[in-house]
């Protein structure tokens, strides 16, 4: 079954920073396979914003080089694509801070032939350029209602600072315009899991404390913080992964039935599960900085960032609670850090123990997992029960459910295509829903800070753990006082 692929409305993307890494290696080959695909037409137009001085042909040589390295498998593109996309691409050099450029790009949108067109704006540059970006667009009579602006995380350092950048953005826009990017959520896995929760009968009946034992949640990276030392060392694991990433990950899991699948509909009841997050104590937390590699070849955190006494940490297991009805009781934990062994993200909702074994003790315990896998290959899994094939008695074993949707779908459905392919599409089309709201991440900040200000309180270091392990052992005690384990990371 190949999926519909629907063209959406002409329009004129400006990319300021469209020089940079995330504009090579995501946003243009993106774009690119939205225009293979039929999505993008060629009345639409992309306009690549940057300090360097280019003109559009060395631009678009920049943007070809970037789509041969950087682009996916997968595509249908044909002969001749790569031109007529090419052809939709133009530059203009531009200072944030200063005047240069801005004149220049407020003739080139209005030059551009055509019929209406939905104008976006994507801020992929430093997070201290976001406010004078804001600033010009209005200055130069760009920042009109129907303007859309897409703000690269990180948004905020803590609390303080979301709240300045929020009040700014609302100077010159209005909600309604801001984009606040998560790539998470435009996992196709992701949107997955609101489907299998909330279009399905079988689960949600069971997905409350009192069928889940708990749920854990892992982002391991194999890399370090190579070519981010400095902002890494000033964020830390828990502002870059937690109050961000895997905080949008928890609310999906958590979150009560939206009334309607739509932008303020889902993003209220996010805000709810954030706004219901216990605080941590610190017996809960497990803070790690990873070690040199055993061979010598890559260095430790600390040398990694050149900072010996660094107490930022790369790593982060914590235990936490939801305050609600629905969770009363089930923990959640959630892990991520840096040079582990291997790179997986995966969601686990362990479901309990049958109340009574009518198999005896020799069957052992058994349970349900159902595994949303976000990378490396997106999927779900669910582990069931069964007898183990032979004459020899009633052995219990887990197995998989297969639900591999190829199976099902076609081998089309093997193609899933990139997260910002479907996010850039979906503020042309003006749809909210998987972009965080302002009040979403004031919330997650008004719950991160006080944990990472206790740290500084107490003076607290994060323990060392090996390259390529699963993380400190501390934080495999973290489970194991409570008679649970965490689930391998997978290879
Ligand atoms: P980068 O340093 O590679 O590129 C920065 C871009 O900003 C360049 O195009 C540069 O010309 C432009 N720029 C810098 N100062 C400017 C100025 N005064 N006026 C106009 N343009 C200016 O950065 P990046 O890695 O592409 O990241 C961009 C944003 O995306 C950051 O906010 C980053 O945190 C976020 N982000 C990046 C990644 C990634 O994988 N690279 C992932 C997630 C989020």
Redesign the pocket.
């Known amino acids: 079954m190949a999926s519909r692929v629907i063209p959406v409305d002409p329009f004129v993307l400006v990319i300021?920073?469209?020089?940079?890494?995330?504009?090579r290696?995501?946003i243009l080959p993106a774009l690119f396979r939205r225009f293979c695909d039929g999505q993008m037409e060629d009345n639409s137009a992309i306009i690549g914003?940057?300090?360097?001085d280019l003109d559009t042909a060395a631009y678009r040589q920049m943007v070809r080089e970037a789509i041969v390295e950087f682009g996916q498998e997968g595509g249908s593109c044909e002969a001749g694509t790569m031109e007529a996309f090419l052809e939709t691409v133009h530059y203009v050099s531009?200072?944030?801070?200063?005047e240069t450029g801005w004149s220049e790009l407020a003739g080139l949108l209005d030059k551009l032939p055509g019929e209406e067109r939905v104008r976006a704006f994507y801020?992929?540059?430093?997070?201290s350029?976001f406010g004078?970006l804001a600033e010009r667009l209005h200055c130069h009579g760009m920042a009109g209602s129907e303007a859309r602006i897409v703000v690269?995380?990180?948004f905020g350092h803590d609390l303080g600072t979301a709240k300045a950048l929020n009040k700014t953005l609302a100077q010159h826009f209005d909600e309604s315009q801001i984009y606040r990017i998560d790539?998470y959520l435009g996992k196709e896995t992701v949107q997955n899991l609101m489907a299998i929760r909330f279009a399905n009968m079988l689960f949600e009946p069971l997905w409350n404390a009192q069928y889940i034992d708990h749920i854990q949640i892992t982002v391991a990276e194999t890399v370090g913080v190579a070519g981010r030392e400095d902002?890494y060392d000033h964020a830390g694991a828990m502002r870059d992964m937690v109050q961000n990433h895997i905080m949008q990950l928890l609310c999906l899991i958590a979150m009560e039935p939206p009334a309607k699948f739509e932008p303020d509909a889902v993003r209220d009841e996010k805000l709810k599960v954030i706004r219901a997050l216990e605080d941590v104590p610190a017996k809960d937390i497990v803070r790690g900085q990873y070690l040199e590699s055993d061979d010598g070849s890559k260095p430790g955190f600390r040398e990694h960032v050149q900072n010996p006494e660094s107490t930022t940490e790369s790593f982060i297991a914590l235990k936490l609670h939801i305050s609600n009805w629905r969770w009363a009781g089930t923990p959640f934990y959630l892990r991520t850090g840096k040079r582990l062994k291997s790179r997986t993200s995966e969601i686990a909702v362990v479901f309990k123990d049958a109340p009574h074994s009518i198999f005896g003790a020799e069957a052992g315990r058994h349970c349900n997992i159902l595994t949303i896998v976000l990378q490396p290959n997106e999927g779900i899994e669910l582990g069931v029960t069964i007898k183990e094939p032979g004459p020899g008695g009633m052995r219990l074993v887990d197995v998989p459910l297969d639900m591999t949707f190829s199976e099902a779908l076609g081998p089309e459905a093997e193609f899933v295509p990139d997260a910002y392919e479907r996010l850039i599409m979906d503020v042309i089309r003006g749809n909210q829903t998987l972009f965080m709201r302002g009040d979403e991440v004031e919330a997650a900040w008004a719950w991160t800070d006080p944990i990472i200000a206790e740290w500084g309180a107490r003076e607290d270091t994060p323990v060392a753990y090996d390259s390529g392990s699963s993380g400190p052992v501390e934080a495999l005690a973290l489970m194991h006082r409570d008679g649970r384990r965490w689930r391998e990371i997978r290879k």
């Open positions: 300021f920073g469209g020089t940079g890494d995330l504009a290696r995501k914003a940057a300090r360097s531009i200072d944030a801070r200063g801020f992929s540059v430093g997070p350029l004078d690269e995380k990180p790539h902002y």
